[in-house]
T-cell receptor, first 109, second 115 residues
């Protein structure tokens, strides 16, 4: 079963706009990670937030974690066409990850 | 990640055939993982290994087996392939040491079609 469920399944925005993706998870986690996948390629790690953290930033990425609601959000600011990809959240526990189904982000130039 | 390689990159096989997908890494990581990805279902863990002598079943291990031949090599076998094993397969690694133990590094994937 999927640990994370991303929302929305697909998101289309214009270049320069912000993109927000949400993730809900089911069981206890030690950390929540976000990965990016370009079409047909392997996943690339973007950012990790630990269960005792509430917010984390990395460049144009901002991740929040609400353990009481078992949810996380990924914000990409000032999006670029090159940000077009699928984004997956993964709940981490005991050095394993359980992934959601992903959000397909399309950034239109 | 170029340090994690998978062979073959694409494979077409027939129902009932035995096939092996191979994964090699030059990252020196102890932990290795096999996932499959199906459209609309995300990635699901098939098997994982935390060192050469430690092999564990993941979420969907039925119909698959693995071999950890060395720290750097982790192979996935389909003993008798069936059409619903058609998917994109990914190998991943993670480091036992350091500050990024939970981060996984993925190979480029193997696209498998079972006819």
């Amino acid at each position: 079963s999927q640990q994370g469920e991303e929302d929305p399944q697909a998101l289309s925005i214009q270049e320069g706009e912000n993109a927000t993706m949400n993730c809900s998870y089911k069981t206890s986690i030690n950390n929540l990670q976000w990965y990016r996948q370009n079409s047909g390629r392997g996943l690339v790690h973007l950012i990790l937030i630990r269960s005792n953290e509430r917010e984390k930033h990395s460049g144009r990425l901002r991740v929040t974690l609400d353990t009481s609601k078992k949810s996380s959000s990924l914000l990409i600011t000032a999006s670029r066409a090159a940000d077009t990809a699928s984004y997956f959240c993964g709940g981490g526990s005991n050095y394993k990850l359980t992934f959601g189904k992903g959000t397909l982000l399309t950034v239109n130039p | 990640d170029a340090d994690v390689t998978q062979t073959p990159r694409n494979r077409i096989t027939k129902t009932g055939k035995r096939i092996m997908l191979e994964c090699s890494q030059t990252k020196g990581h102890d932990r290795m993982y096999w996932y499959r990805q199906d459209p609309g279902l995300g990635l699901r863990l098939i098997y994982y290994s935390f060192d050469v002598k430690d092999i564990n079943k993941g979420e969907i291990s039925d119909g698959y087996s693995v071999s950890r031949q060395a720290q750097a090599k982790f192979s996935l076998s389909l003993e008798s392939a069936i059409p619903n094993q058609t998917a994109l397969y990914f190998c991943a690694t993670s480091d036992l040491r350091g500050d990024h133990q939970e981060t996984q590094y993925f190979g480029p994937g193997t696209r498998l079609l079972v006819l």
